[in-house]
């Protein structure tokens, strides 16, 4: 009887677990709770800006894998990158896509967010989201992987764009030409004009 019993446990989990509804929900309300916690960090009026952008980043690391992403970016490059250069790209390109997020996403200040669906195919899947502004509708779709109990994002679509896409090509030319090395200073140039270190030099 006991066995019997938990045959018909184990055989619910199962179905529970591999049902694509079930997986579509989960996918999606994943994305929706990290994008209303960036907004809600943007519209926080008792933030100032610096805040703002640190609230912001903190949602965005919780739901980006960025060793993935950057695994993506580099393509075949990575497995040519030793450990050391493996781990500062996935520093500097972390900065670089939360700049860009940020960025992108503070462009959009009082307009609301709209969920059309997401779609499943095994550990994979894809979420839509629509920014609803006056003169358009600007979609926002996330690509994302289970990996355990969580649903990561590895890859977004702004406006068509992919931002993996976008950054693979550019740095396929300039490691070709440059190296690994040449990358990775390319890319801190690229963060010290959004952020200058400051000068020890009295003003």
């Known amino acids: 009887m006991l066995k019997r019993l ?9 179905i529970s677990v591999s049902n694509p509804a079930i997986a579509e929900t989960e996918a999606l309300d994943a994305v929706r709770t990290s994008v209303e916690a960036i907004l809600e960090s943007l519209k926080d009026k008792e933030l100032d800006a610096e805040s703002r952008r ?5 949602a965005i690391k919780d739901r980006f894998d960025f060793r ?4 993506r970016t580099l393509a075949t490059n990575w497995k040519k990158a030793s450990d050391e250069e493996k781990q500062q790209f ?3 390109f972390t ?11 503070e462009s959009y200040t009082n307009e609301t967010v709209e969920y059309p669906g997401a779609k499943v195919k095994g550990k994979k899947a894809i979420v839509d989201t629509l920014i609803i502004t006056a003169s358009a509708d600007i979609p926002v779709n996330y690509k994302l992987y289970r990996k355990g109990e969580e649903w990561l994002v590895y890859d977004v679509i702004i406006e068509g764009v992919s931002l993996i896409n976008n950054y ?5 030319e300039i490691v070709k030409k440059e190296g690994i090395t040449g990358l990775l200073a ?6 010290n004009e959004v952020d200058p270190a400051p000068s020890d030099q009295p003003s």
């Open 95 to 105: 900065q670089l896509i939360e700049n860009s997020y940020v960025d992108k996403i």
């Open 168 to 172: 693979r090509s550019s740095y396929k």
């Open 186 to 191: 390319k890319m801190q140039d690229k963060l």
């Open 68 to 71: 993935a992403m950057s695994q």
């Open 54 to 58: 640190e609230q912001m980043r903190a």
């Open 90 to 92: 996935i520093e500097l």
């Open 6 to 14: 938990m045959a018909v446990l184990m055989a619910g989990l199962v």
